[in-house]
């Protein structure tokens, strides 16, 4: 049986999935004629939920589309803002993005995090448990069928992994409104309900609190408050900035 080729072109924002030289246009591939195109762009190094539109010879296909000979074929990123349907905007982080998972929830993002690490299958599976978004470095993790939706962080760094969180999802903001450690929601309470949390200093300080609903954490006005409203506001801003026409 003659080997088929197709031909495949990535675009330049998944460039860092392929091999380097599949990152200058179309490439030649070979196929067996038998697997769907999903499956040859995981193949590639890919995730699936970084693709957006698949082209064959110019018209849009389903990952299900197995290519034949000699078509060519585009990998297009996802359209931002990408739209989750089926459930409210909720996303789930693994162990190694606990900065991340705290800046959004300070934003007041529903975001599950788990601080340790309990295994590719079990998040794979809680992400479909309660359909979660899985924020991820782990492509293998991404590739996983059972994920309920995924997307992969690009960065490295805290700050360009917000930005690029809120670039790609556009949530709801609500800053304040959420526990960074455990993601609960915050009350208006006053001192005296939170008197056993509070040293000396901090009760003569300060006078507005909050506290969590699920752990009873307490919140006020702390010395790092000033830093972490340069994150809202920041975090505002560039959401208002994307929001105008």
Not at 96 to 105: D, E, M, Q, V, Y
Not at 138 to 161: C, H, I, K
Not at 228 to 240: H, T
């Amino acid at each position: 049986m003659n080997a088929l080729e197709i031909r495949v072109e990535v675009a330049p924002e998944l460039a860092l999935f392929v091999p380097h030289a599949r990152r200058a246009g179309a490439t030649a591939l070979a196929v067996d004629g038998v697997s769907t195109l999903g499956h040859v762009v995981e193949s590639l190094g890919v995730p699936l939920t970084e693709v957006g539109l698949l082209t064959v010879d110019g018209r849009t296909v389903p990952v299900s589309h197995v290519p034949a000979d000699g078509e060519s074929v585009t990998v297009r990123p996802v359209v931002r803002p990408q739209r989750i349907p089926g459930a409210p905007l909720r996303f789930l982080l693994d162990v190694h993005l606990g900065t991340l998972a705290r800046r959004l929830r300070l934003l007041g993002v529903d975001t599950a995090y788990e601080s340790t690490d309990i295994g590719d299958p079990a998040l794979a599976a809680r992400s479909a448990a309660e359909q979660r978004v899985m924020l991820s470095r782990d492509r293998g993790l991404l590739r996983r069928r059972e994920l309920w939706a995924g997307a992969y962080v690009y960065s490295t760094d805290p700050e360009e992994q917000l930005r690029d969180v809120l670039d790609r999802f556009a949530p709801e903001l609500l800053p304040w409104t959420r526990c960074t450690a455990c993601n609960g929601l915050l009350s208006r309470v006053t001192k005296e309900e939170v008197a056993d949390q509070l040293r000396q200093g901090t009760q003569q300080s300060y006078d507005v609190f909050a506290q969590c609903r699920s752990c009873g954490r307490a919140y006020w006005k702390g010395a790092h408050h000033e830093r972490l409203v340069a994150v809202v506001e920041r975090a505002l801003a560039e959401s208002a900035g994307r929001e105008r026409p």
